[in-house]
């Protein structure tokens, strides 16, 4: 998994994200390129139209709408089928990125989080599940301070399932 979520666990409001944060976007570029990428419809539909799909990665999109298509996408209508796909196109690190319901699903899937823990409260619709720390410990911290393009400091996180 991989995500950005506030100090409240807020990941977006209103279909988009609650921050701008240049160095954050570019971390999730650089990890998830050429590796398949799991989102549901909503999330799907609030990317910028130029990067729909996400360029040089396998865009999966879950859906429960049966008649739901998207140019040059693989639609599921089940988390199981869309992660079996991925296994049997010999990815080795899915990632799921969104959005909240998505997560929620997907989180007792995962063996990896990787978490911008963005530090601020913020208002939104859309939340990070809480995890159970006890079976994803922290592996790995790396401390952002807010900056002229930053409005927020973060931390990128890596949790690792035990």
Do not use: C
Request: avoid cysteine.
């Amino acid at each position: 998994m991989i995500a950005a979520m506030s100090t409240n666990r807020v990941i977006g409001i209103d279909n988009d994200l609650p921050w701008h944060l240049p160095h954050d976007f570019k971390f999730f570029q650089t990890k998830t390129l050429g590796h398949h990428v799991l989102m549901g419809r909503k999330n799907y539909e609030s990317l910028p139209t130029k990067f729909r799909p996400l360029p040089n990665r396998t865009n999966l999109i879950l859906t429960k709408n049966k008649n739901y298509q998207a140019d040059d996408t693989h639609i599921f209508h089940a988390l199981e089928n869309a992660i079996e796909y991925a296994e049997r196109q010999g990815e080795q690190e899915l990632f799921i990125i969104g959005g909240g319901e998505i997560y929620k699903l997907a989180i007792p899937y995962a063996d990896t989080i990787y978490l911008t823990e963005v530090n601020a409260s913020l208002k939104g619709h859309a939340y990070f599940p809480l995890f159970d720390k006890q079976i994803f410990k922290e592996t790995l911290r790396s401390y952002h301070p807010a900056d002229e393009r930053h409005l927020y400091s973060f931390d990128y996180v890596t949790y690792q399932k035990t």
